[in-house]
């Protein structure tokens, strides 16, 4: 695959709602603009069944949409598909590209964020190679990941005093429990069918993002 050419400068990972679409999203760029409006920081594509040329399109057309935005752009799994579509950066699990590699591929000008679960070990380590951000999670049970490892807010709490990197929760967190997680030291709130599941997007972004204090343009 070819670079795109309009790919923005990488910026730091900014608060607030970090929302991560599925393979079952419907009319995906709507719904994806319609989450910017809600005031998301972050929008994650993530789906790791539909063709190459179905993803690198929808890619692609989320690139556009949060291009000027200041809305950070981040691709799950697929470093040559960030690259490709013009991402701000990749979100690495356990089982995928190893960072070291990832950070080869990309170099330093991509945000390059890796899921923590429920280790603390796992973050230092991350943060020690040269992590952006880190993801910690399941806190709450999650209709997308029900066998997830179970994190705990002592976790988060824990985390927030010994990294220096932004992090995220992940894993069934609604604008009612997520609260305790802001206040335990999240700089991020993640959410999958919290936002992409509902049937108005942008009003359910906006729930997200008072949980931050910030007021949804």
């Known amino acids: 695959m070819a670079e795109a050419s309009h790919r923005a ?37 993530r789906d790791k069944g539909s063709s190459r040329a179905r993803r690198l399109r929808e890619a692609i057309e989320i690139a556009k949409l949060c291009r000027g935005t200041g809305v950070v752009f981040i691709v799950n799994d697929d470093v040559e598909l960030a690259r490709a579509a013009g991402a701000n950066g990749v979100h690495l699990g356990r089982d995928d590209l190893p960072l070291a590699d990832a950070r080869a591929r990309l170099g330093r000008g991509w945000l390059i964020g890796v899921s923590c679960y429920d280790s603390l070990e796992r973050g230092l380590e991350c943060q020690a190679d040269g992590a952006d951000y880190l993801a910690f999670g399941s806190f709450f049970a999650s209709p997308t990941k029900p066998a997830a490892a179970r994190a705990n807010v002592d976790l988060l709490r824990e985390a927030r005093s010994r990294l220096s990197l932004p992090i995220v929760a992940i894993g069934g967190i609604t604008p009612v429990n997520g609260a305790m997680l802001v206040a335990a030291g999240a700089d991020c709130i993640a959410a999958v069918s919290g936002v992409f599941g509902q049937a108005d997007v942008e009003a359910a972004a906006r729930r997200y993002v008072h949980l931050f204090g910030a007021r949804p343009p």
């Open 9 to 45: 400068s990488a910026p730091g990972l900014p608060r607030g709602l970090y929302a991560i679409t599925s393979a079952g999203t419907a009319r995906l760029a709507p719904a994806v603009a319609a989450a910017i409006r809600g005031g998301a920081a972050v929008i994650q594509y």
